[in-house]
């Protein structure tokens, strides 16, 4: 226990670190080599270099992997207004890479947390039509991947702001996205046939729903991943 507790001290003052590191304007042209670097190699960027997992979902919405500034650069081209970033963490070199591109191209960049491999929290997700009333459009919405965060930001809003049903908004969360449903990210989709089940079968609205019926921790107890699919998502694809 004392090694488990050490080694869990070690991680967090490491994790802390690397904020430190980052969570600060680029200076000179080392600093912007060494944030490149880490982006493309630390935070496997340079596989979203080349796909960045793309896709409009409504007229207004964009969902994404991590964007490079040239990436953020084509959004704004587009007419894009606010990119929103669903990352826990500024840990890496993407995050002053992000923040700068944002201001150089007019770009509001704001955050909203999700995390891909837990019961969504209650009071996020009651937050969160005040949030997108808050939001110029268009909107890019990221996390790491794009896959599992960005999926369910996305399927929330055809929920909340455009009234889809269940079964329309879960084809944000697949394997075309490269979402894998039996991993751990997989409580997104046990989350959604939570609904489906018990809301929307109902005739019960979502938002309801979630206040007088949801239940997080039952949700995780019920819950059980796939070895092989955890594996791949996790150890293989390093997913966030």
């Known amino acids: 226990m004392l090694n488990r507790f050490l080694t869990d001290e070690v991680r967090y003052a490491r994790r802390m670190a690397r904020i430190a590191r ?12 060494r944030a490149w670097a880490n982006m493309l190699f630390a935070d496997h960027g340079i596989f979203r270099v080349l796909y960045p997992n793309r896709a409009r979902v409504t007229g207004e919405l964009w969902r994404s992997a991590q964007p490079t500034p040239g990436q953020i650069a084509w959004f704004a081209a587009r ?31 704001v955050e909203f947390v999700l995390r891909s491999r837990e019961a969504p929290d209650r009071d996020t997700l009651l ?8 939001l ?17 930001f996305a399927a929330l809003v055809l929920i ?22 039996h991993a751990k990210t997989g409580i997104l989709d046990a989350f959604l046939d939570a ?3 018990d809301g929307e079968a109902q005739g019960l609205p979502f938002l309801d729903w979630v206040e007088r019926v949801y239940d997080p921790a039952a949700l995780a107890r019920g819950f059980r991943p796939r070895f092989w699919s955890a594996m791949i998502a996790d150890r293989l694809m390093r997913r966030e």
Request: overall charge positive.
């Open 195 to 197: 609904f489906a089940r």
């Open 22 to 33: 980052w969570d600060r304007p680029i200076g000179g042209a080392f600093a912007r080599a």
């Open 136 to 152: 110029d459009g268009p909107v890019l919405v990221h996390c790491k991947s794009g896959a599992d965060r960005a999926g369910l």
């Open 160 to 181: 909340i702001r455009e009234g889809a049903s269940v079964a329309e908004a879960q084809r944000q969360l697949s394997l075309r996205f490269g979402h894998f449903r």
């Open 79 to 109: 007419g894009g207004r606010t990119v929103v970033n669903l990352r826990a963490g500024r840990e890496y070199g993407s995050w002053p890479l992000e923040r700068e591109a944002c201001e150089r191209h007019g770009l509001r960049l």
């Open 127 to 134: 937050g969160l039509p005040s949030f997108l009333a808050g």
